[in-house]
């Protein structure tokens, strides 16, 4: 095949991947489960370069133009080339382009979603199926861990088995199971400052961090359960424990990150009220600023109405759980 075009699908952790046990082959610490997106997307066309011995690696503009990719863009699309060539054994040099329908590098994950592309798209290039179990690891070799995760849709726990940690992501429920809504408030759409494989590579220093590894076994069943069950009660209190408890290991590695802003917070608080008020809505925070306002169907456009006023807010994506990556017809050159 020459030219592959596919989307691949963001994700939002509901119980977070948070520091290494592995930096060089990107193994966690602990199990993470997440709820795959559906409209927050990166596409990638990729095809055998046609001029030249080199790789051309492109951006789409929103004016519709490809330029060259940025420098700290095009460094990790071509660490995640070696790796990929290194498993396949194919070295042609390639033609490839990107681009994300969300703000980048902003904590809305679009490390796992492009990464999760470029593996996708390239293992398809070189025969491989789309629902082949080696795509969680071949997205992961990117140094993105929740592109493991991306590859896959509906609720995904990474590694499957949670005591394995070089295991693959594994569905846990599809989409359909639950499609629950994520209105995510982009608070800011900027690069953050810290990366997140800088946040994973300072968890262990927070004073906290091993307290927080001995209580995620229990927290995971209990989010499972709770998925299983569509008891958004405990899906609500899980959640948020968790992603403040992310943030609080963060706010006390050593340096300290603060990803926060004061509007994050008070979307948070505003959530907690919501929910006190009767609906069922809760909020996770990625590694960014940005809120994901979790929420059912019934109560989706209440809780718009209620939070859509706030200032502070520059957008609101509106998403839900979502199937998984696709192969697509349309190319983006
Ligand atoms: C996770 N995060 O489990 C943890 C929790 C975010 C918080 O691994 O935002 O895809 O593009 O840097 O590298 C971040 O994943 O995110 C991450 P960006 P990346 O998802």
């Known amino acids: 095949m020459n030219k592959v075009s596919v989307s691949s ?6 119980i977070k991947y948070w520091g290494m046990s592995d930096a060089q082959r990107t193994l966690p610490n602990n ?12 596409y990638c066309t990729l095809a055998r370069q046609t001029s030249g011995t080199s790789d051309e690696i492109l951006w789409k503009t929103a004016s519709g133009s490809l330029i060259p990719a940025q420098a700290s863009m ?8 070696q790796q990929l060539r290194q498993h396949f054994d194919d070295w042609q040099p390639l033609r490839i382009a990107t681009v994300n329908s969300f703000p980048t590098g902003a904590g809305i994950a679009s490390s796992a979603s492009g990464f999760s592309a470029l593996a996708l798209a390239f293992a398809l290039r070189c025969g491989q199926s789309f629902n082949s179990p080696d795509l969680s690891q071949l997205a992961r070799l990117s140094g993105s861990g ?3 995760r991306s590859v896959i849709g509906g609720f995904v726990q990474w590694p499957g088995h949670p005591g394995q940690l070089h295991c693959p992501a594994e569905q846990f429920a599809p989409a359909q199971h639950w499609p629950l809504h994520d209105l995510i408030a982009v608070v800011d759409a900027g690069h953050k400052n810290i990366s997140s494989r800088e946040g994973h590579r300072l968890a262990a220093s927070s004073p906290f961090y091993a307290a927080r590894l ?6 995971l069943n209990t989010l499972r359960e709770a998925i299983l069950n569509r008891d958004f009660d405990t899906l609500a209190d899980t959640v948020e424990r ?13 340096p300290a990150i603060f990803y926060w802003q004061p509007v994050t917070l008070e979307i948070l608080a505003r959530v907690r009220q919501l929910r006190r008020d009767g609906l069922q809505v809760c909020s996770t925070v990625d590694a960014g600023p940005n809120v994901h306002v979790l929420c059912t169907l019934q109560d989706v456009s209440a809780v718009y109405t209620a939070l859509r006023k ?8 509106f ?12 190319h983006l050159f």
């Open 146 to 148: 929740s592109a493991a």
């Open 9 to 14: 699908p963001s994700n939002i952790a509901l």
């Open 31 to 42: 199990a993470s489960l997440s709820m795959t997106l559906n409209q927050c997307v990166s």
């Open 74 to 81: 095009r460094r990790g699309i071509e660490q995640h080339l």
């Open 310 to 317: 706030l200032p502070g807010v520059e957008q609101w994506i």
């Open 214 to 219: 001995t209580q995620l076994p229990e927290r």
């Open 242 to 254: 968790e992603a403040v408890e992310m943030h609080m290991i963060a706010m006390t590695s050593k």
């Open 319 to 330: 998403d839900q759980a979502g199937d998984g990556p696709r192969q697509l017809a349309r």
